[in-house]
């Protein structure tokens, strides 16, 4: 057995949660048989009964909040109530999936000079999934219960700081009564990975994480001729025009900017404002910033837990002396909290330039820019200026300016008068840097699924 690698630290104290070994090479094979065996036994099932397992999988998530929730905090700080609603929506969207995909999932019959013609859609195989530890469960049932239905099995390497929750999600799908291997848990390293992507029983690969870690798991699927799906990094505008409800729009931004203590692709990253709300806006927004609490994310009555790791924490330290060091002025000064744990206090800047950090990168905590902007061209601009393009929100009245909005603005999802989030109804996933391919809905469905025409002659 090799040394330990993947080590849990609890966010909140920085005590040592577990220590897990890596598996071995003999391990890693067994896994692989495993999924494989189990993808030849959900190919021998209907849709319907893989339905019925998904809603069987709902049931256990139901049945269990609490353990799944307080592991998540413990285990990577999120604030317990916020852990609560990621297991709960984890079991809805297993359901929507079992309620709607079958109607996805049916052939698509296409006129043409054939007697019949139609197109199906049958699942690969093993798909590898490298997923992030922000939202430890609702990451792989995102991916997986889409899949699942569509008849592909998983091995999943899951971030090295949430391994206790990596293995309790693969327990969990057996104990709804899934097929053993349905999903594999796998701790290894980045060549065993490598191996893993390129062993011929993996049919395709999908990633959530950093840019540089998925466009390099991207580049060797690619080499050995696999799909990838990429969901990576986003600096989403949440932009307010002076038309806009300005109350909602305030506590949405708020909610937006601190869900799961700023640690979310989706997350607002960057605050327009039209300029003649610009100043009432950030003396409200940071009103409401202020009021944000902070400490064991246990307690119910603090809503901002820790920053997952020691390491994120300094990293968004240093984009915000660098943000501040460019000329960006602290409307709300805040920063890392001394102390035991990983916190860090929101922090609201205002005077950002075009090519100030704060502007340009991915902020993956509470610290929020407030831009202003002239008109409708400019916040396009400005939206649009970044390498990003995972989302966006859209405050106005006005529903001709929200549609050209919804055309003109570069990302995967557009959101009016709402803060973005990911639903199983619909289609999710980004452009540009952010990514490609799609999850959820029937879009998402289709992706790991081999659409396989079938022609009948006269």
Same mark, same amino acid.
């Given at each position: ?72 905090? +413990? ?24 309620? +709607? ?47 699942? +239905? ?13 391994? $206790? ?32 992507? $390129? ?13 540089? $870690? ?57 605050? +327009? ?11 409200? #927004? ?51 909290? =001394? ?24 902020? #993956? ?22 390498? #990003? ?8 009245? =006005? ?60």
């Amino acid at each position: 057995m090799n040394a330990p690698l993947y080590r849990s630290l609890n966010p909140a104290t920085g005590e040592l949660f577990g220590s897990f070994a890596l598996h071995s090479d003999t391990e890693v094979e067994a896994g692989l048989i495993r999924s494989w065996s189990a993808w030849a036994k959900l190919r021998a099932m209907t849709i319907a009964e893989r339905a019925n397992l998904l809603r069987a999988l709902a049931d256990r998530l139901d049945a269990h909040v609490e353990d799944y929730a307080r592991l998540m905090t +413990l285990e990577m700080g999120k604030p317990i109530n916020e852990a609560r609603g990621e297991i709960k929506k984890c079991a809805a969207t297993c359901r929507t999936t079992a309620d +709607l995909g079958p109607q996805w999932l049916e052939p698509m019959t296409v006129p043409s000079p054939a007697k019949a013609s139609r197109i199906r859609y049958e699942g690969l195989g093993p798909i590898f999934a490298v997923m992030p530890w922000n939202f430890p469960f609702w990451q792989v049932i995102r991916f997986f219960a889409p899949a699942f +239905l569509a008849g592909n099995t998983t091995v999943v390497k899951h971030a090295e700081n949430v391994p $206790a929750c990596a293995d309790a999600i693969e327990a969990v799908f057996r104990e709804a009564g899934m097929p053993d291997g349905t999903v594999v848990n796998l701790r290894v390293d980045h060549p065993t990975a490598a191996k893993i992507i $390129a062993d011929e029983r993996i049919r395709s690969v999908t990633v959530t994480g950093s840019v540089r $870690a998925g466009r390099s798991v991207a580049a060797t699927a690619g080499s050995v001729g696999k799909k990838a799906v990429l969901e990576l990094g986003g600096s989403d505008p949440f932009i307010i025009f002076a038309d806009a409800d300005f109350d909602a729009a305030v506590k949405t931004a708020i909610a937006a900017r601190l869900n799961n203590s700023g640690q979310s692709c989706v997350c607002a990253k960057r605050f +327009l404002v039209e300029k003649s709300i610009a100043p009432r806006f950030t003396e409200a #927004f940071v009103e409401g910033m202020r009021k944000a609490t902070w400490g064991d994310p246990l307690d119910e009555k603090h809503n901002l837990g820790p920053l997952a790791r020691a390491d994120l924490r300094s990293g968004l330290q240093s984009q915000l002396d660098r943000a501040l060091a460019g000329g960006a002025k602290a409307a709300l000064t805040g920063g890392t909290v =001394d102390g035991p744990g990983f916190f860090f206090a929101p922090v609201i800047l205002t005077d950002v330039a075009d090519d100030n950090v704060a502007a340009r990168e991915e902020l #993956f905590g509470p610290v929020a820019p407030v831009i202003p902007f002239a008109d409708e061209a400019d916040a396009l601009r400005i939206a649009n200026g970044t390498e #990003f393009g995972l989302a966006a929100a859209v405050w106005t009245a =006005d529903e001709d300016r929200a549609h050209r909005m919804e055309i003109a603005v570069e990302a995967g999802a557009v959101f009016i008068n709402d803060m973005v989030r990911s639903d199983a109804h619909i289609s999710f996933g980004g452009i540009k840097a952010s990514g490609y391919g799609r999850e959820l809905g029937k879009v998402g469905i289709h992706e790991f699924t081999n659409a396989k025409t079938v022609w009948i002659g006269k």
